[in-house]
């Protein structure tokens, strides 16, 4: 019987804190590990109880795994339905405090692994997209406008790019060094705004920009979906959005030596987000680069 599967599966305290902290964020193992303070193979084996009881996905990542609560069938259904018993319990409050800190702390390490490769930004790009204009590719779809935003603007090669389209550009980027290089590159120049700040809390105002590009970024957050629903704020009505992104792969490198946090998204998963965020995908376009990778570039209007 389904109701006896998925009640005993929630039936034991540790399984209970971690299907709480599973329906609002997707983890790692080593990042359950540390928020948990319990040894990885008691989470393991609480997981594996979790997930064959259908009440946990688990989303393979190259040589990780990521977990999150189950977003369809029955065992959502039972989820939703015993959620509100978890919310005010002190325990649970606490559980999801440790979470918040697990992911800020992975994404103060994204923010210096950035700052430490700035001056090498350039070289290691190109290694990847090799003869590949991926910047000029997304120019090319970009329309006239009178403020353009780039989220994740890195050392800001693209901003340079964006102003022969824009009257104004807005760059934001979390890393300070990436930043600094930035505003060398475009000391007193007043069309360019640099702006510090998180994708998922973007430093700007409602319907501020007219298009905005998201290059190379969403695989470095832990939840690259807030960052798009960011992104549809900031947007005026009808609005563009850009985005540049690895389709899902499997190539290790890409987190040992460039910082990724996840291998790619996959092309249905990017667009299901974008269509959640209120975004319409008018055209989405693959082009094959070094390493074994595929970079796809969506374009979507705002609705
Ligand atoms: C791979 S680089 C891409 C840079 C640029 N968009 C491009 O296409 O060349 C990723 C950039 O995203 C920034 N970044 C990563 N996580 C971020 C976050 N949570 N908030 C803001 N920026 C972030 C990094 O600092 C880095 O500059």
Known sequence: MEILKFCKAVGDETRARLMNVLLRYELNVGEIV???DMGQSRISRHLKILAESDLVDCRRDGLWAFYRASDSGMGRRFLDGVAPLLDGEPMFEKDLARAERVIRERT???????????????RLNSEVFGDLDLRGEVIGRMPQCKIAADLGCGSGELLALMASKAGTVIGVDNAPKMLELAEERFLGDARMSLRIGELSHLPLR??????????LVLHHLARPQEALVEAERILRPGGRLLVAEFDKHTNEIMRTDYGDRQLGIGKDQMLGWLEGAGFTVSEVTEYNVNMGLTVILYEAVKE
């Open 34 to 36: 540390q928020l948990m």
């Open 108 to 122: 103060a390490q994204t923010r210096q692994f950035f700052d430490s490769i700035a001056d090498e930004w350039d």
């Open 206 to 215: 409602d319907g501020e920009t007219d298009c905005a590009v998201v290059s």
